[in-house]
Nanobody, 124 residues
Framework: QVQLVESGGGWVQPGGSLTLSCVAS????????IGWFRQAPGKEREAFGI?????????TYYRDSDGRLTISRDKAKNTVYLQLNSLKPEDTAIYYC????????????????WGQGTQVTVSS
């Protein structure tokens, strides 16, 4: 089964940007829908992800992303990226990537394989 490892999180000031990475092993990111999800401090992981990308590179974004997100895939590096722009304090969360087979979908309960998450903190 595929294993996923996230990286790229950290501390950033409001208005800043980060690029998160999700590296796969034991499988190819090209064979799965890869989604990004987040869990804010003291809350459960959100029921719907913020972005996903299909095996054919079709991208789907959650309606509230306000154009601040870009998801992309590098099949040669077996990696999916999530670029976060114009970050706000309310974006502070643990960000997870996950994989599923089938059609793109942002429902987190439809994903089978999960990484351990990377922390993003937005504050001044």
């Amino acid at each position: 089964q595929v294993q996923l490892v996230e990286s790229g999180g950290g501390w950033v000031q409001p208005g800043g940007s980060l690029t998160l990475s999700c590296v796969a092993s034991g499988g190819s990111v090209g064979d799965y829908v890869i989604g990004w999800f987040r869990q804010a401090p003291g809350k459960e992981r959100e029921a719907f992800g913020i972005a996903c990308i299909s095996s054919s590179d079709e991208s789907t974004y959650y309606r509230d992303s306000d154009g601040r997100l870009t998801i992309s895939r590098d099949k040669a590096k077996n990696t999916v990226y999530l670029q976060l722009n114009s970050l706000k304090p309310e974006d502070t969360a643990i960000y997870y990537c996950a994989a599923r087979s089938g059609r793109p979908n942002l429902r987190q309960d439809l994903y089978d394989y999960w990484g351990q998450g990377t922390q993003v903190t937005v504050s001044s």
